[in-house]
């Protein structure tokens, strides 16, 4: 018989070890969790409601050298909001109050109302209400009915973003340029980026209720470092005489783009750079950078490389003469024809002419013969010329985007063939961007010394200078003094008695060549393409500045000749440029636009729209206007004015249609003393 004492024992002990089963596996998955899955669980919820957010920094300024500002950034906010945060009192008692005031933007009553009561019933906790509004308009949204209750009770919720603003408008654009994901890297955007985008800070942040994040101070945050300043060597009011001068003559001659730029002779440093091609609305912006991307044949802009090269080898002087006879000189199968060929006709001979007359009058037959006769055994000698300069080399502008120059070789069989020689020689068969081309120029014009364009003078923190930028030579000397004195009076006397002598200005002598190339010509028989051009500089008896003007597909209806499409843009430059001197001669006046080029109605000044302009915190434009009558006008309306001279105005700072607040100083212009 069995021990019913024992048999109770051995139930207990069955007992006892079911239920350590079972504890044994809860205490087993206690340790597994606590030390083997425990940090990684414990890392991925303290992801979740605790994390490093970054802090974007505050990127540089763009400064102009005279310190206008021509990049900059300001704070832009979006608004959302959680309706479900608001109590059902506050709601039914203010929400039809929000939508009317909501109704200032953009939508109306009915329709905020719509948005507001849908967003809650749908239980949606962050609802995009309005984006990209002003700090102003932010103040006065958190005093708004339900809003001004706060975020928790008023469910509103204010992100801020940073706008890229340019004060000068369109004014600049593709030089100041972009850096962003829609645009890409460009201009001075893109090429000091890593100076301007300072570096991100960190912090860590808590998750709060209703998906609020919260600082946490534990010490550990990383404060943002925001980026450093660029100061260019733009002079806004040399930007914005070229920009207006390029314009009106782009709009006048209905060309498809043009290009200019403006440069100091002894340093190099680029005071102004205009880029205007037409947009698909027909007006002009700045949409490609021509000055340094555009590589084309230059036309008879080259004939001054063509004369440095014969002088230098001796091979002919300024008093050398050329047959050229009718105007036209036929080789192998093409001919050569002087670009008033068909007006005066096949019959008519044109004669015997100097090299110094060649050069006034841009004779395409005398060039070509000249260098043929001369380098035909020996291309080689010609073209190394060029390569001596360094004319072969890119410039290695600061500004992404420069294409390289193209010079054929009679080494490379594949560029080289019988008519390069002598097309070379009167700007066809090379390639060189405007910026290249004005170099050699502004080499002329500084005795021979070539520097390299430059468009940054220094980088800045916190106002104190932590790199400059100095001039750099390319060449010392692309050619003897003696060359160098003949190519100044050839120079000169195309504006005097050549080409271009109706813009001849004793009040500012300006030296320079001016170009007309065929576009399409190896397509199309026959084009009506043509590209201007005009490179020189002034004052001619003491060069300060060098300056290049092409425009694109000009109506040939109208004109397409760079002595007149081209050379006047960069008279009147010449002209309202050395206006800007305080050692000016009193008989020097500069007035805006009066050339053909510009239209009657453009040069009526709008006095009637200024104050509504003013009013709404736009720069109205005040060009044409007497300088007493805007002075006393914005003066009026609280603004700070610094005026010089007296008459109608010629230049302002700001631009037109720029945002102005009555901090900023208005800078007005007027040439005439």
Request: proline letters at 5%.
């Amino acid at each position: 018989m069995k021990d019913p004492k024992k048999n109770l024992y051995i139930r207990l002990y069955l007992t006892a070890l079911l239920l350590m089963v079972p504890f044994g596996a809860i205490l087993y998955k206690l340790i597994v969790l606590q030390w083997v899955e425990g940090p990684e669980l414990k890392a991925s919820i303290e992801k979740q409601i605790i994390r490093y957010h970054t802090i974007p920094p505050v990127r540089g300024n763009i400064y102009s050298s005279d310190q206008k500002l021509l990049a900059t950034s300001m704070p832009l906010f979006d608004i959302y909001f959680d309706p479900l945060s608001v109590s059902r009192e506050i709601w039914s008692n203010e929400i039809d109050a929000l939508a009317e005031k909501l109704s200032r933007f953009g939508r109306s009553k009915r329709e905020w109302l719509t948005l507001l009561n849908s967003s809650r019933n749908a239980k949606h906790r962050y609802v995009k209400l309005l984006d990209n509004i002003a700090f102003s308009d932010v103040q006065q949204i958190k005093n708004f009915p339900v809003f001004r209750h706060g975020k928790f009770k008023g469910g509103l919720i204010v992100e801020q973003q940073s706008f890229r603003k340019m004060p000068m408008s369109g004014v600049a654009e593709r030089t100041i340029g972009y850096s962003n994901a829609h645009r890409g890297q460009t201009g001075l955007e893109g090429a000091f980026d890593t100076w301007l985008k300072g570096k991100e800070g960190k912090r860590w942040m808590q998750m709060m209720a209703k998906g609020h994040w919260k600082p946490i101070n534990n010490g550990w945050d990383e404060d943002p470092e925001n980026g450093y300043d660029v100061v260019s060597t733009i002079d806004t009011r040399m930007q914005d005489i070229l920009h207006h001068e390029l314009l009106s003559t782009l709009q006048y001659y209905e060309a498809d783009h043009g290009t200019a730029v403006l440069m100091e002779v002894k340093t190099g440093k680029i005071k102004a750079m205009v880029n205007l091609g037409r947009t698909e609305n027909g007006n002009y912006g700045e949409i490609l950078n021509y000055a340094i991307w555009e590589s084309t044949e230059p036309g008879s802009t080259f004939k001054l490389l063509t004369t440095l090269i014969l002088l230098e080898d001796n091979k002919a002087d300024t008093s050398t003469t050329i047959d050229i006879a009718n105007g036209s000189w036929t080789f192998y199968d093409r001919v050569v024809t002087e670009s008033n060929f068909s007006e005066k006709g096949a019959s008519e001979n044109f004669g015997t002419i100097t090299l110094a007359r060649a050069f006034e009058q841009s004779s395409n037959v005398a060039f070509a013969r000249l260098v043929f006769d001369n380098y035909r055994d020996n291309p080689a000698q010609f073209v190394d010329k060029l390569y001596k300069i360094g004319l072969h080399k890119p410039l290695n502008f600061e500004i992404k985007g420069e294409t390289p120059p193209k010079i054929p070789h009679p080494d490379d069989r594949e560029q080289w063939s019988g008519i390069t020689l002598p097309w070379m020689a009167f700007g066809y068969q090379t390639s060189f961007t405007p910026l290249q081309l004005l170099t050699v120029y502004n080499a002329v014009a500084n005795n021979g010394v070539m520097v390299k364009p430059y468009i940054v003078e220094e980088i800045r923190k916190n106002k104190k200078t932590v790199r400059r930028f100095e001039p750099a030579v390319l060449n010392p000397s692309i050619c003897s003094q003696k060359t160098l004195d003949k190519l100044k009076v050839l120079l000169s006397n195309v504006v005097k008695q050549g080409t271009a002598k109706h813009l001849y200005n004793p009040q500012i002598k300006l030296a320079g060549k001016t170009g007309t190339a065929k576009l399409d010509y190896w397509k199309e028989k026959g084009s009506r393409k043509y590209r201007a051009s005009f490179a020189g500089f002034f004052p001619a008896d003491n060069p300060q500045y060098s300056v290049i003007v092409v425009v694109d597909k000009p109506n040939a209806e109208k004109a397409y000749y760079g002595s007149r499409v081209a050379a006047p843009v960069a008279a009147r430059t010449a002209l309202a440029v050395m206006s800007l001197s305080p050692t000016k001669p009193r008989e020097l006046i500069y007035t805006p636009i009066t050339t053909e080029a510009a239209s009657p109605q453009k040069m009526q000044p709008k006095y009637e729209h200024i104050l509504q302009e003013l009013r709404k915190g736009r720069m109205p434009d005040l060009t044409g206007m007497p300088i007493s009558l805007a002075l006393s006008t914005l003066e009026n309306e609280g603004y700070r004015v610094s005026a010089t001279g007296a008459g109608r105005i010629a230049w302002q700072y700001p631009t037109p249609q720029t945002a102005i607040s009555k901090t900023m100083m208005v800078e007005l212009k007027s040439y005439n003393r």
